[in-house]
């Protein structure tokens, strides 16, 4: 069954620290699509990266780093020096032809307190 | 460009009422879903269209929800006979095809008292 675990809850951080959110997927499908999308209070979606099951390459982004890891299935998002701003409620999604490849599964996410 | 839009933003309606939740897409977005977000979860898909063809609703929880998408753009997601077990955040996305990412709206947040 197509599932993604995001076991931490929530996370604490003081500003400057690096934080690492996990996310562990489970699919009967070669082909897939990973996300992950950012909640801040606003409550909008926020989208932040997607990849495909077949570019294991790490990705950078500024501040934000992204291990994609098929042998373990995760898919661990890093925020380096984080920042107040980045104080939100974050998800890991999956989609994949199993699922129609249109319906997106979300995690329960992770919230992030950044402390100044 | 504009995202994509939601109205109203909060909506607190009675036990038994009919509402309505209206979403903007992204012009030019042939895809549209909606999707339920409870307090402390995550979203979870209610339905798809592409254009104006409803093609998914495998999501939606009873038959008093139902969407529309007559013309292809505005959708309207209508809950019949509310329930307090509905009270969520309603989110809507649109993207340019059924596998392309999907960017989601600021979501109406739905209280039934």
């Known amino acids: 069954a197509q599932k993604v675990t995001q076991a931490q809850t929530e996370i604490s951080v003081v500003e400057k620290e690096d934080v690492t959110l996990d996310c562990v997927y489970e699919?009967?499908?070669?082909?897939?699509?990973l996300f992950w999308y950012k909640q801040p209070p606003s409550g909008e979606l926020v989208f932040l990266i997607r990849?495909?099951?077949?570019?294991?390459q790490n990705e950078i982004s500024g501040r934000y780093s992204w291990n994609f890891q098929k042998s373990t299935s995760s898919f661990n998002f890093t925020i380096t020096a984080s920042q107040v701003v980045d104080s939100a409620v974050y998800f890991c999604a999956l989609s994949d032809a199993y699922t129609g490849g249109f319906k997106t599964i979300f995690g329960a996410g992770t919230r992030l307190f950044v402390k100044a | 460009g504009a995202g994509v839009s939601q109205s109203p933003r909060y909506k607190v309606a009675k036990r038994g009422q009919d509402v309505a939740l209206r979403c903007d897409p992204i012009?030019?977005?042939?895809?549209l879903f909606w999707y339920q977000q409870a307090l402390g979860q995550g979203p979870e898909f209610l339905t798809y269209?592409?254009?104006?063809?409803?093609?998914?609703k495998s999501g939606l929880p009873s038959d008093r929800f139902f969407a529309e998408r007559p013309e292809g753009s505005v959708s309207t997601l209508k809950i019949q006979r509310t329930q307090q077990e509905d009270s969520a955040v309603y989110l809507c996305?649109?993207?340019?095809?059924?596998?392309?990412?999907?960017?989601f709206g600021p979501g109406t947040r739905l209280l039934v008292l």
């Open positions: 699919t009967r499908d070669t082909t897939y699509y």
């Open positions: 996305a649109s993207s340019y095809g059924k596998e392309e990412t999907q960017y």
């Open positions: 012009s030019g977005h042939v895809s």
């Open positions: 269209f592409q254009n104006e063809a409803q093609l998914d």
């Open positions: 990849r495909n099951s077949f570019d294991e």
